[in-house]
T-cell receptor, first 111, second 115 residues
Framework: GENVEQHPSTLSVQEGDSAVIKCTYS??????FPWYKQELGKRPQLIID?????GEKKDQRIAVTLNKTAKHFSLHITETQPEDSAVYFC??????????FGAGTRLFVKA | DTAVSQTPKYLVTQMGNDKSIKCEQN?????MYWYKQDSKKFLKIMFS???????INETVPNRFSPKSPDKAHLNLHINSLELGDSAVYFC??????????????FGPGTRLTVL
């Protein structure tokens, strides 16, 4: 089955700095690479995703990059703001009925 | 309109009791899930249903019994509650087609506390 690892587990940055979270997966059949954000006491919500035929996707201050050969993809947040503080999860999957989530990365943005 | 809803939001109960959590989605999705999120924030899949049929059971104790009366509803009944069952339980749904990309839409969660 899919083995998913996320690094780092905790990340603390100064407001305005960039943050990068990396997700490594094992199943080469994975074809969908989403990132979810979970604010304190809230539900996880999709913030950006990428499909296997694309190497990079950007949406304002967030971007996701994919390296299928090395089996990892990363979330990039630029110009971080306090409201970016949350737990971020990657969830690479093959499009089937089971999604394995990474262990999560707690991002703290200090004002 | 709420896309995925769950009730109750909070559940506090004694060990040994039986409780249920209800979930409904109005997105027209075929697939629904139950996830358990522990105090360390690990989000672990428990069950996956597609068109009311059980697809995935991730070695969950048989004290947990999901039921899907129709594809818009997935309920979770838990018998003989134990301290280790304390967690936040999230219901989710997705399109479910094997060929499509399965973005998960989560409910607000049910925080279960077993005393």
């Amino acid at each position: 089955g899919e083995n998913v690892e996320q690094h780092p587990s905790t990340l603390s940055v100064q407001e305005g700095d960039s943050a990068v979270i990396k997700c490594t997966y094992s199943d080469s059949a994975s074809n969908y690479f989403p990132w979810y954000k979970q604010e304190l006491g809230k539900r996880p919500q999709l913030i950006i995703d990428i499909r296997s035929n694309v190497g990079e996707k950007k949406d304002q201050r967030i971007a996701v990059t994919l390296n299928k050969t090395a089996k990892h993809f990363s979330l990039h947040i630029t110009e971080t703001q306090p409201e970016d503080s949350a737990v971020y999860f990657c969830a690479p999957n093959t499009g089937g009925f089971k999604t394995i989530f990474g262990a999560g990365t707690r991002l703290f943005v200090k004002a | 309109d709420t896309a995925v809803s769950q009730t109750p939001k909070y559940l506090v109960t004694q060990m040994g009791n039986d409780k249920s959590i209800k979930c409904e989605q109005n997105l027209g999705h075929d697939t629904m899930y139950w996830y358990k999120q522990d105090s360390k924030k690990f989000l672990k899949i428990m069950f996956s249903y597609n068109n009311k049929e059980l697809i995935i059971n991730e070695t969950v104790p048989n004290r947990f019994s999901p039921k899907s009366p129709d594809k818009a509803h997935l309920n979770l009944h838990i018998n003989s509650l134990e301290l280790g069952d304390s967690a936040v339980y999230f219901c989710a749904s997705s399109l479910g087609n094997f060929l499509l990309y399965n973005e998960q839409f989560f409910g607000p969660g049910t925080r279960l506390t077993v005393l």
